[in-house]
């Protein structure tokens, strides 16, 4: 048996079974950490004795023949966005290098309480802004499928590590398209449920109306059971939604027999590669000859996704990161003699240039005289963007789109360009600020064999019908 | 242009960053790139359209009420210590860059 290979049920039915221990898959990913990600760069911090203590535990439930909760011996990663009490912290930035959090993020003690053991902390694009995980302050991540390729982002390292078979599943995070984009460029898949259905508790904040967590995994069971155990209320996240959680495994095999989905021709335009454009016709073959209606659908006001996305995301992140002032936690600059000089220097040093352009841009949005013709005026359109939506999901039960335009493209490209870089998020950004669920599953690969991604995008709490006719997908 | 090496200065001022000389010079070309392209958000009429904010007030709130009243789910008695212990006072300090057993410690406030 590969212990690295494994899916979530095939990983805990084995320690159940006594066939392998917690502690063996545990040490086996491990091993095949150590022998990959050298190269691929998908962790930044191990936590091996909280993965071990965890293992330990599952094995004498095991022993002693107790049923096993769902993740049980599960080995799995984070983001390193969100907190672990006790294992290093550092959302990819040098401000944040020596941060040990207190506590632990809802989602984390979630899956911890299911079973999951975790590894350790993954790389990321600096406070999670970035398409290509090149604005890591640790190091970029390389894809595992082609290593002179980036694996997008910014939750690349969780995307690597599932497609390198060192992680079973990742927990990241999408505020545009972070968790979609690197799962369509590492070839695995990338859910991000809907605004409000996980908590956000313990996740290091980017922009607070747009941030998501989920998970990415090599199957669309292993993402439903990840869902199932993170989602629903919780009282330390007032935007947490009061809503039940149905059970999205024992949804997944029900028929897509005469689902009708949306097709919208402002996804197939300029830009788009040629061959994701075929590979996703291919897909939308294949859902039609699965008992699917294709409708063709209109979003009009999806050219705007990325300008009003820039404004909102960077005008919410200013603000969030104001926090860092070298005080309670954070990075602290050397020889300052005021209160004010240790803010900046601390800061100055702390940040990288995209954390600081978004400040930049977000504090200029915000300030006075602009606030109306770029701040309330991306709030309005964003009003707009979620009405196209509202319009097309009366027509259609989910639509369906390229993840991204092109497939993952090399490190540097796209480095020197922040607005090239925008715009590789242009097919994941709308559902981030409308807050509406989509995921990424491979559908094919272009001739030099790197992953493309095909997104479904649902109704607003309406994950079970994308899972499911993802499901559906990849097992047709 | 829009934005001048004047704006640049006084945002970084606003956001409490320094930024080197070579730091500014890329902000005021990279800002003025980023927001010629969002120039075209003003093709849009939204003069009859209301802002977004969030989307947590359109899904599980109660619809038939207005204003915080929506969010009735949210709210809890108040309890004396909430819904976790604050940390205690080590374990709050303990990621500081400089304190003493109380306090924080920063740079002198106030000028003489």
């Known amino acids: 048996m590969d212990l690295t290979s494994l899916t979530i049920e095939a990983a805990r039915a084995a320690v159940q079974e006594r066939e392998t221990t917690a502690f063996a898959l545990a040490e086996a990913h491990y091993a095949r950490i150590k022998q990959e990600d050298g190269q691929i760069g998908a962790f930044l911090t191990l936590s091996k004795d909280r993965a071990l203590e965890q293992a330990d535990r599952i094995d004498r439930m095991a022993a002693e023949g107790k049923p096993l909760p769902p993740l049980g011996g599960v080995p799995v990663g984070i983001k390193d966005v969100m907190s672990t009490r006790g294992v290093r912290t550092t959302a990819g930035s040098k401000i944040l290098e020596n941060y040990v959090p207190p506590y632990d993020c809802t989602a984390v003690a979630r899956l911890e309480a299911a079973g999951a053991v975790v590894l350790g902390k993954m790389n990321c694009d600096e406070f999670a802004m970035g398409s290509s995980n090149e604005n890591s302050a640790y190091r970029p991540v390389r894809n595992p499928r082609d290593l002179s390729r980036v694996p997008g982002g910014s939750s690349g390292g969780s995307a690597a590590a599932v497609a390198a078979g060192m992680a079973v599943v990742t927990l990241g995070s999408d505020t545009g398209g972070s968790i979609r984009q690197p799962a369509s460029f590492c070839g695995v898949v990338g859910l991000m449920p809907t605004y409000g259905r996980v908590s956000r508790y313990g996740l290091i904040a980017f922009a607070s109306s747009l941030d998501h967590i989920g998970p990415l995994a090599k199957t669309v069971r292993d993402a439903a059971i990840v869902l199932r155990t993170i989602a629903g209320r919780d009282p330390m996240d007032s935007t947490s939604a009061d809503i039940p959680v149905p059970d999205y495994v024992v949804e997944l095999d029900k028929p897509v027999r005469g689902m009708k989905l949306g097709v919208a021709k402002e996804y197939f335009g300029e830009g788009l590669d040629h061959e994701v454009h075929q590979a996703v016709e291919s897909a939308i073959d294949k859902l039609r000859t699965l008992g699917c209606e294709i409708v063709p659908v209109s979003l009009p006001h999806t050219p705007y996704a990325i300008p009003t996305y820039y404004l909102i995301a960077t005008a919410e992140a200013s603000a969030n990161l104001a926090r860092f002032d070298g005080v309670r936690y954070s990075h602290r600059a050397r020889g300052v003699k005021t209160l004010s000089e240790m803010y900046r220097r601390s800061r100055d040093e702390g940040f990288g240039a995209e954390v600081k352009r978004r400040i930049m841009l977000g504090t200029y949005a915000l300030s006075a005289g602009y606030y109306d013709a770029y701040y309330l005026k991306a709030q309005k359109v964003r009003t707009l963007l979620t009405r196209d939506f509202d319009e097309a999901f009366r027509k259609v039960d989910a639509i369906v789109t390229p993840t991204s335009p092109t497939a993952a493209f090399r490190l540097g490209e796209k480095s020197n360009d922040p607005l090239a870089m925008y715009l590789a998020d242009i097919y994941t950004v709308t559902a981030d600020l409308a807050g509406i669920p989509g995921i990424s599953i491979p559908c094919g690969e272009t001739k030099e064999k790197l992953p493309i991604g095909l997104q479904i995008l649902g109704k607003h709490f309406d994950e079970t019908t994308i899972l499911r006719l993802a499901h559906a997908y990849e097992q047709g | ?112």
């Open chain 2, 1 to 112: 242009m829009k934005v001048t090496d004047k704006d640049v200065a006084y945002v970084a001022d606003l956001a409490n960053l320094e930024l080197t000389e070579q730091e500014r010079a890329g902000m005021l070309r990279d800002l003025n790139s980023i927001l010629d392209y969002v120039e075209r958000l003003n093709e849009l009429d939204t003069s009859e359209v209301p802002p977004m904010a969030q989307v947590s007030d359109r899904y599980g709130v109660d619809e038939s009420k207005q204003g915080g009243e929506r969010f009735a789910y949210a709210s809890r008695e108040d309890v004396l210590e909430g819904l976790r212990k604050s940390l205690p006072h080590d374990e709050a300090l303990a990621n500081a860059p400089d304190a003493d057993e109380d306090f924080f410690r920063v740079p002198k406030v106030i000028e003489r």
